[in-house]
């Protein structure tokens, strides 16, 4: 009879062992979901970063296309109103405006939330900063430039570390007779 109720009492601590073993690895495992969670949001976080700048950085380019194209409608010189430097363009400009040195005096992009457009106009300020550098080779040694290199590159700070892009296009005078 006493060895019956010792035996009772050692599978109820034995039971409550077991539940206690049981509970510690399913925690550990919730843990692990949690984790892998947390870093799949973090790196979806900064993919979408990645994008948004490689776009803005390539609509930089453009915009600098867009003042090749516009000279070629105009029927003036291909690289008119384009000069060596480093410019903050916005998307529907015609013209690179004026030249400034660096990020550190570069003014961040705005999003408006509305039309979905970065500019420097409307909208809620973001993280990303936009320089536009223009170099102007003369590769015929006469005195004429007739390749113009752009390197567009957006900066921004993203948990505490500056991440960029940059892409780089030629341009060359194809078009003249």
Excluded: C
Aim: net charge negative; no cysteine.
């Amino acid at each position: 009879m006493i060895l019956k109720k010792q035996k009772k009492k050692f599978r109820t601590g034995q039971v409550m062992i077991e539940t206690l073993v049981t509970i510690s690895v399913v925690m550990i495992g919730l843990l692990g979901v949690l984790v892998l969670v947390s870093r799949s949001i973090a790196f979806n976080y900064d993919a979408s970063e990645q994008f948004v700048a490689t776009y803005l950085a390539s609509e930089g380019i453009e915009v600098v296309k867009g003042v090749i194209d516009e000279n070629y409608a105009a029927n003036v010189t291909w690289d008119e109103g384009i000069s060596n430097g480093q410019y903050q363009v916005n998307y529907k400009d015609d013209s690179l405006g004026s030249s400034i040195s660096g990020f550190e005096n570069a003014q961040p992009l705005n999003f408006d939330s509305v039309t979905g457009i970065y500019d420097y106009i409307s909208g809620a300020p973001t993280p990303f900063k936009r320089l536009v550098g223009i170099s102007k080779i003369d590769n015929g040694g006469i005195g004429v430039s007739n390749e113009i290199i752009v390197v567009s590159t957006v900066e921004w700070l993203s948990r505490g570390a500056t991440k960029k892009v940059t892409l780089e296009d030629h341009f060359f005078d194809w078009r003249k007779e």
